[in-house]
């Protein structure tokens, strides 16, 4: 386990991906929803640190977010957070998905957010202290996503691995088939590396014969998908959700028009 989220966060895939998930929670509104988050990382990122200036993914993601004007509605709820957590000022931090999650949780809302590495869910705990209705877990979130699936009320689940190892892909479409099998309410957004298309197209073939739900699923490709070494955009499969299609279309449209090199987007349901 090599993968560190601090070297990536705020890149382009988190702006994708956290955009997304917002706008998927206003959606589901105020009722009860119990979150739980697979992979969760350490909830809040240090922009000026050594992970981040190293890569420099920040800089051409949120910090090129932040000082744009036109950027679609959709990235509305992302930008005041990003604004709200940096005092309106310099974007230092930037929040992961526990951080996002546990701000825009409904009021009788639970979130269980699993983190495998332990100075990872060290800091995880820290960064959440003190919040009521959350709790964290130091263990495989594949796994504590079934076990802790409720059997009833809405349950979303965020699964974000790091694509680390081959069977990430085999364990997301395991975990989601378990995890409806024990409540058919079960919504779920999934983030995807693109590429390759063969290796996404193949794990959409297997989601879509192992799970029966209305899916979609949105592209954005920051450029040509020719070079299968490089993460070349990245994508997000929406299970069992509500109709996003538009917001979709404009977070992936703008990531890849604005900070892409001649990639695009594209947003098409699933049929299973
Ligand atoms: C892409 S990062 C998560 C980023 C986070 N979801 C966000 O949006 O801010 C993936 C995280 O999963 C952790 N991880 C890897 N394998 C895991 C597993 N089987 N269960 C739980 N966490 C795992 C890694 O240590 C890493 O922190």
Same mark, same amino acid.
């Given at each position: 386990?090599?993968?560190?989220?601090?070297?990536?966060?705020?890149?382009?895939?988190?702006?994708?991906?956290?955009? =997304?998930?917002?706008?998927?929670? /206003? @959606?589901? #509104? *105020?009722?009860?929803?119990? !979150?739980?988050?697979?992979? &969760? %990382?350490?909830?809040?990122?240090?922009?000026?640190?050594?992970?981040?200036?190293?890569?420099?993914?920040?800089?051409?993601?949120?910090?090129?977010?932040? =000082?744009?004007?036109?950027?679609? /509605? @959709?990235? #509305? *709820?992302?930008?005041?957070? !990003?604004?709200?957590?940096? &005092? %309106?000022?310099?974007?230092?931090?930037?929040?992961?998905?526990?951080?996002?999650?546990?701000?825009?949780?409904?009021?009788?809302?639970?979130?269980?957010?699993?983190?495998?590495?332990?100075?990872?869910?060290?800091?995880?705990?820290?960064?959440?202290?003190?919040?009521?209705?959350?709790?964290?877990?130091?263990?495989?979130?594949?796994?504590?996503?079934?076990?802790?699936?409720?059997?009833?009320?809405?349950?979303?689940?965020?699964?974000?691995?790091?694509?680390?190892?081959?069977?990430?892909?085999?364990?997301?479409?395991?975990?989601?088939?378990?995890?409806?099998?024990?409540?058919?309410?079960?919504?779920?957004?999934?983030?995807?590396?693109?590429?390759?298309?063969?290796?996404?197209?193949?794990?959409?073939?297997?989601?879509?014969?192992?799970?029966?739900?209305?899916?979609?699923?949105?592209?954005?490709?920051?450029?040509?998908?020719?070079?299968?070494?490089?993460?070349?955009?990245?994508?997000?499969?929406?299970?069992?959700?509500?109709?996003?299609?538009?917001?979709?279309?404009?977070?992936?449209?703008?990531?890849?028009?604005?900070?892409?090199?001649?990639?695009?987007?594209?947003?098409?349901?699933?049929?299973?």
């Amino acid at each position: 386990m090599n993968y560190r989220h601090a070297f990536h966060a705020g890149n382009f895939a988190d702006l994708v991906k956290h955009a =997304a998930l917002l706008r998927l929670l /206003a @959606a589901l #509104g *105020p009722a009860p929803l119990t !979150v739980i988050d697979t992979h &969760a %990382g350490r909830g809040l990122y240090d922009l000026a640190g050594p992970e981040a200036r190293k890569s420099g993914e920040a800089e051409t993601g949120v910090v090129r977010l932040m =000082a744009t004007k036109d950027a679609p /509605a @959709a990235f #509305g *709820p992302l930008t005041r957070a !990003v604004a709200a957590l940096n &005092a %309106g000022g310099a974007v230092r931090r930037y929040p992961g998905s526990p951080w996002l999650i546990a701000e825009h949780l409904p009021p009788q809302g639970r979130y269980l957010a699993c983190e495998l590495r332990k100075e990872e869910h060290d800091a995880l705990k820290s960064a959440l202290k003190g919040r009521a209705n959350v709790e964290t877990l130091c263990a495989d979130g594949y796994e504590a996503a079934v076990q802790r699936c409720r059997p009833r009320g809405r349950v979303l689940l965020l699964i974000d691995p790091p694509f680390e190892k081959p069977d990430d892909y085999g364990r997301i479409v395991e975990t989601l088939a378990g995890a409806r099998a024990r409540n058919r309410e079960v919504q779920a957004l999934v983030w995807l590396p693109l590429k390759d298309l063969e290796t996404f197209d193949a794990f959409l073939r297997h989601l879509e014969d192992a799970v029966e739900a209305p899916m979609v699923a949105a592209e954005a490709r920051m450029r040509p998908l020719t070079d299968p070494m490089k993460m070349n955009g990245c994508a997000l499969v929406l299970v069992n959700g509500p109709d996003l299609t538009s917001d979709l279309e404009d977070i992936c449209g703008w990531v890849a028009e604005a900070l892409g090199q001649g990639g695009g987007a594209r947003v098409y349901p699933l049929s299973s």
